[in-house]
Structure formats: C-alpha cells, structure tokens
C-alpha cells in the first residue's frame, strides 16, 4: 500500500512527526482479488490541523467543503472475468468498505458512478482508462493528473497490472 506522514504540533508547539505508516483505515479487498483502498486523510468544513480523523468517517462523499483523500489501487480487468469473482459478494464488501461512495455505483452499468465533488487524481503507477458517460475515454499514465468534475464516469483497467491512483475528493455539494 502507500506510506502517510502526518505532521503536528505537540504539547511545546513544536512541529512533529506524528504518524508515519500504513495509513490505518486501508482494506485489501477479499471478493476482488488486488482491488486496495487507503483513507489517507479526510477533514470537515473549515478545514483544521486535527488528531487522526480517518478512523471516524463515516461518508467517503464528502459533504461541502470536505476532504477525502485516499489511494485506490484497481486490479485487472481480468479479475473481474474470472470465473471466481462473484459480484454480489464484492458488492457487499464494497458496500461495507466504503459507505456513501459505494451506493454511487450503478448496477445496470458496472463502474459508472456520479459523486457531488470535484476530484484531483495523479496516477502513481500502471495504467488507468477514465471511462466517460459520453463515450470519450483516456488513457492515464504515472504522472498524469486529472481533475474529475462531478461526471458520470468509471475507472477502467485494461493492463495486465495493478494501477494505483491517489484521490482528494472535495464537497462540491452536487453533481453537474
């Protein structure tokens, strides 16, 4: 998965390295063989230095003016082609995994989900296919950025190896 570094101040006001590691709200999906998510951080409207908020959250659609901001690691399309996958059971865990975020996602057309926020994503390896409602797609590679504006869309990934993307999801309070 990744390393988080969180900075803060401690009891002297001196800045500090207070966390360094797995971020602690990461889950390694069991129904979708290399599918990975990590909470790296999330804040709430004003936005301020707080103590770790990533175990307490309990929407992954941050309400206007909040932050999510997370890595998701997709396998393989081939994964979901697999004989074994069975979507129900991913669905379930996807469901309990990531609360608000994962009832976006159409059943009647895997992967396309609208959220109320604009997104950053910088690809931090393999490859990844934004998959727009209208047709349109393009292929990200490491380094490339995207700013995701509250459109019908999915993540689609046609290599042959993991792509890891990290997400800030910013409260925009409604989808365009």
Not at 12 to 22: H, Q
Not at 68 to 73: E, R
Not at 75 to 90: E, T
Request: glycine share 10%.
């Amino acid at each position: 998965m990744v390393r988080r570094v969180v900075t803060g101040v401690d009891h002297s006001g001196k800045p500090v390295i207070v966390g360094d590691g797995e971020p602690p709200v990461t889950r390694r999906y069991t129904h979708t063989p290399g599918f990975a998510r990590s909470l790296v951080w999330n804040t709430a409207a004003p936005a301020a230095p707080s103590a770790d908020p990533t175990e307490s959250l309990k929407s992954y659609v941050p309400a206007p003016g909040e932050t999510i901001a997370l890595t998701v690691t997709f396998p393989p399309a081939s994964v979901y082609a697999d004989a074994g996958w069975d979507p129900v059971a991913a669905g379930a865990e996807q469901l309990e995994a990531t609360p608000g975020l994962a009832e976006l996602f159409e059943l009647d057309n895997p992967g396309m989900h609208t959220t109320p926020t604009v997104d950053y994503g910088v690809v931090l390896s393999g490859e990844i296919v934004l998959d727009l409602d209208g047709g349109e797609t393009v292929v990200l590679k490491p380094g490339d950025i995207v700013v995701q504006n509250g459109t019908r869309h999915a993540w689609r990934n046609n290599s042959a190896e993991p792509a890891t993307v990290f997400f800030v999801l910013i409260g925009a309070g409604g989808a365009s």
